[in-house]
């Protein structure tokens, strides 16, 4: 046998394996889903809009879902639909590592490429950062977000979720906090995340404004927008502020302020420079948004 008959039969093999587990998304935007258990399609949050999506099936039924859950700091979602007869995917025992051959799957199609590097980051739809993301070099086609990177045994490594650009693209890793993340969202168990209630811009963007209205240079996150009804808002964060400090931290970038608010805290003290002053506020959160 060659290589390229040996490299032939391991895809179509993961093809008629898997693609009866892979579905087509239609709701607000186009996607791809994954069968990850009886009933529940696991996917992108970016993919899902409203409480309803049409999931096409590979067999071509198509049928009406419901968004059980979502997390878009996460960029996760499961939604509740009757699977029939598609197998759930099976996850994988152990993470890749680079150079592990993947195969990526979205409706009607399968591409090969390999894993280019592992504990990988960048920032989901609401600026906050995703860790330990898998990077590969399969190929993916416009609306293959939300579908499965899978091993040579069509075991689930991974959910596409990101474009990286130059021939790279990221998957969430399919380890056992997806596992019960997946769980969670499918049982409608949603925390919403702890907010501020703030767009910001970053450090060098403060840098440069203060400087050209007469201020002194200060590093922090300057204040873009304020929503009135939320914590901040209602603590006296005002447009134009500049974060500096958060709960006695000094804050440089918005990571630094996303890491306090995920210990969920009850209270936060944000100094801000306003003008030449600082000031100090009292933040009362309790899961405002």
């Given at each position: 046998?060659?290589?390229?008959?040996?490299?032939?039969?391991?895809?179509?093999?993961?093809?008629?394996?898997?693609?009866?587990?892979?579905?087509?998304?239609?709701?607000?935007?186009?996607?791809?889903?994954?069968?990850?258990?009886?009933?529940?399609?696991?996917?992108?949050?970016?993919?899902?809009?409203?409480?309803?999506?049409?999931?096409?099936?590979?067999?071509?039924?198509?049928?009406?879902?419901?968004?059980?859950?979502?997390?878009?700091?996460?960029?996760?979602?499961?939604?509740?639909?009757?699977?029939?007869?598609?197998?759930?995917?099976?996850?994988?025992?152990?993470?890749?590592?680079?150079?592990?051959?993947?195969?990526?799957?979205?409706?009607?199609?399968?591409?090969?490429?390999?894993?280019?590097?592992?504990?990988?980051?960048?920032?989901?739809?609401?600026?906050?950062?995703?860790?330990?993301?898998?990077?590969?070099?399969?190929?993916?086609?416009?609306?293959?977000?939300?579908?499965?990177?899978?091993?040579?045994?069509?075991?689930?490594?991974?959910?596409?979720?990101?474009?990286?650009?130059?021939?790279?693209y990221l998957a969430?890793?399919?380890t056992a906090e997806?596992?019960?993340?997946?769980?969670?969202?499918?049982?409608?168990?949603?925390?919403?995340?702890?907010?501020?209630?703030?767009?910001?811009?970053?450090?060098?963007?403060?840098?440069?404004?203060?400087?050209?209205?007469?201020?002194?240079?200060?590093?922090?996150?300057?204040?873009?927008?304020?929503?009135?009804?939320?914590?901040?808002?209602?603590?006296?964060?005002?447009?134009?502020?500049?974060?500096?400090?958060?709960?006695?931290?000094?804050?440089?970038?918005?990571?630094?302020?996303?890491?306090?608010?995920?210990?969920?805290?009850?209270?936060?003290?944000?100094?801000?420079?306003?003008?030449?002053?600082?000031?100090?506020?009292?933040?009362?959160?309790?899961?405002?948004?």
């Amino acid at each position: 046998m060659t290589v390229l008959t040996e490299v032939t039969a391991a895809v179509s093999a993961i093809a008629e394996r898997i693609g009866a587990s892979v579905v087509a998304l239609r709701g607000g935007g186009r996607g791809t889903g994954v069968v990850v258990g009886v009933g529940h399609v696991a996917t992108n949050a970016h993919n899902v809009r409203g409480e309803t999506v049409e999931v096409r099936f590979a067999d071509g039924r198509t049928a009406t879902g419901q968004v059980a859950g979502f997390d878009v700091d996460a960029d996760l979602a499961v939604v509740d639909v009757d699977t029939g007869d598609a197998p759930a995917i099976a996850f994988a025992d152990a993470p890749p590592t680079p150079g592990t051959v993947v195969f990526a799957l979205a409706p009607g199609r399968i591409t090969v490429g390999f894993v280019s590097s592992v504990s990988q980051s960048f920032r989901g739809p609401r600026g906050r950062r995703i860790s330990e993301a898998i990077e590969h070099t399969a190929p993916l086609v416009r609306g293959s977000s939300g579908g499965p990177i899978v091993d040579a045994e069509g075991r689930l490594l991974g959910i596409n979720t990101h474009r990286r650009g130059g021939g790279f693209y990221l998957a969430l890793p399919a380890t056992a906090e997806l596992r019960s993340a997946l769980d969670t969202l499918g049982r409608g168990e949603v925390q919403p995340p702890v907010r501020l209630g703030i767009a910001v811009a970053p450090s060098h963007v403060a840098r440069r404004l203060r400087s050209a209205v007469g201020l002194a240079e200060r590093d922090g996150l300057l204040v873009r927008d304020v929503d009135d009804a939320g914590a901040a808002g209602a603590a006296g964060v005002r447009r134009g502020d500049l974060i500096v400090r958060a709960g006695g931290r000094d804050i440089g970038s918005s990571d630094d302020l996303f890491a306090l608010l995920d210990d969920e805290p009850e209270t936060l003290t944000l100094t801000v420079v306003r003008g030449d002053d600082e000031v100090e506020l009292e933040v009362t959160l309790g899961g405002a948004s």
